[in-house]
């Protein structure tokens, strides 16, 4: 279970991240923070591309970065946005996320403080995984 402190840390580094994001087409900034299972804390921004199809989400950018650093197993992920509403992270993200933590908690906050929980695997049901490669 992670604890208020440790939400709230997340929830920094996230807007901290966000600070940095590249999103000059959509101007829809995103910070995430990945926190995994040893206690580390990575981070990523979208990365948009006047090709927008090479356009990467937050959530896989902290995810790369983890994986990277040896981290395979995450506990929870803080999504920031300025949105008005929570979002919850896109379909591609869940599917990258999913592959390392089905129960992965996610909170996405909102500027003011106000944000929506949700568990990884309840985003994406009958979801394709590696069990079904064998
Ligand atoms: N985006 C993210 O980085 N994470 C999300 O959870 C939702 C969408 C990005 C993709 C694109 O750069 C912009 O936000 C608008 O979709």
Same mark, same amino acid.
């Given at each position: 279970?992670?604890?208020?402190?440790?939400?709230?840390?997340?929830r920094q580094?996230?807007?901290? $991240?966000?600070?940095?994001?590249?999103?000059?087409?959509?101007n829809f900034s995103v910070g995430a923070a990945l926190l995994s299972r040893d206690g580390r804390t990575f981070v990523g921004c979208n990365v948009e591309n006047a090709s927008y199809g090479a356009?990467?989400?937050?959530?896989?950018?902290?995810?790369?970065?983890? $994986?990277?650093?040896g981290a395979r197993e995450f506990a929870?992920?803080? $999504?920031a946005t300025g949105a008005r509403q929570a979002t919850p992270p896109c379909g591609i993200c869940r599917?990258? =996320?999913?592959?390392f933590a089905p129960n992965l908690v996610i909170r996405s906050y909102v500027e003011d403080g106000g944000y929506?929980?949700? $568990? =990884?695997?309840? =985003? =994406?049901?009958?979801?394709?995984?590696?069990?079904?490669?064998?």
């Open positions: 279970m992670t604890n208020a402190n440790t939400w709230e840390r997340l580094a996230a807007f901290d $991240v966000r600070a940095e994001a590249y999103a000059p087409y959509s356009s990467i989400c937050a959530e896989r950018g902290a995810l790369t970065s983890a $994986v990277a650093a929870a992920l803080v $999504v599917q990258a =996320l999913l592959e929506e929980e949700y $568990v =990884l695997r309840d =985003l =994406l049901p009958h979801a394709f995984d590696r069990s079904q490669l064998e």
